[in-house]
């Protein structure tokens, strides 16, 4: 994949300290790619051994294999940035499963483990984060969603329920980190041209078509239109927008 970097704003992040899940690929690296080209320090966190590569890819990303789901992994991230970078001033939750299974073939072991990403991992980390913003004086708290954040995908229950799970977590997160300075927000992003389906659908690239077809932009989101959304919720740009669910999916849910 091509990691696009910014022509203006490369000054944007200066000083801060970005945390990013799921940063091997797709949206996440493409976010942390951005994070770094306009000044942040990074630490990426994936549990695939490809995380590892990244920093000969982006200057100055400090690179941690790890599971999301598990909570020394959220603390362990959380103090790397600290200790390396001295602080955390924002925390990008990209790291999701999915699943694509009718619900009565949903087992309870699928459902688990589609929550235990896309929701338990997703806390875990917003704690730690929360906790090393407050002493920072604030930050930005940004996750990727999905359109499913809204309305209901066939054959997808344990996803659907997974990602309103994170959007009403953002919520919470917004008002509790009010007072804190801390913003938090959500984008409900539609299909992404990447190879995230493929690990669930055998018929991954007719169903990216079939999307295309169906939203008015007639296309499938690029990863680096989804990362700029996610960079634009943790900069300054955004700073009176918190608790909110920003759709970046060609207009399918306006349908």
């Known amino acids: 994949m091509t990691i696009t970097t910014a022509s203006k704003e490369t000054d944007e992040f200066a000083g801060k300290v970005a945390l990013v899940t799921g940063a091997a690929r797709g949206v996440g690296k493409e976010t942390a790619a951005l994070l770094g080209a306009r000044g942040a320090r990074v630490v990426a966190v994936d549990v695939r051994p490809a995380v590892t590569d990244l920093p000969d890819e982006i200057p100055g990303v400090l690179a941690l294999t790890g599971d999301v789901t598990r909570e020394e992994t959220a603390v362990r991230a959380v103090r790397a940035a600290v200790d390396a970078f001295g602080g955390l001033d924002i925390l990008v939750n990209n790291a999701g499963r999915a699943l694509n299974k009718p619900v009565t073939e949903t087992t309870a072991a699928d459902w688990d483990a589609v929550m235990a990403v896309n929701a338990r991992g997703s806390f875990l980390f917003a704690r730690e984060a929360f906790r090393a913003m407050e002493a920072r004086g604030g930050g930005a708290i940004v996750s ?25 977590l953002t919520k919470v997160l917004a008002i509790e980190g009010g007072p804190l300075g801390i913003r938090a927000n959500i984008v409900a992003a539609g299909v992404v041209e990447t190879d995230f389906l493929d690990s669930f659908r055998s018929d991954s690239r007719a169903y990216l078509a079939s999307f295309a077809d169906a939203q008015p932009l007639g296309r499938v989101a690029r990863p680096e239109e989804i990362a700029e959304v996610l960079c634009f919720l943790a900069s300054p740009r955004s700073g009176f927008v918190t608790g909110a669910v920003v759709a970046a999916d060609g207009g399918l849910t306006a349908i």
């Open 144 to 168: 990727t969603g999905s359109y499913t954040c809204t309305v209901g995908l066939p054959e997808g229950s344990a996803y659907s329920a997974s990602k309103g799970a994170l959007a009403q």
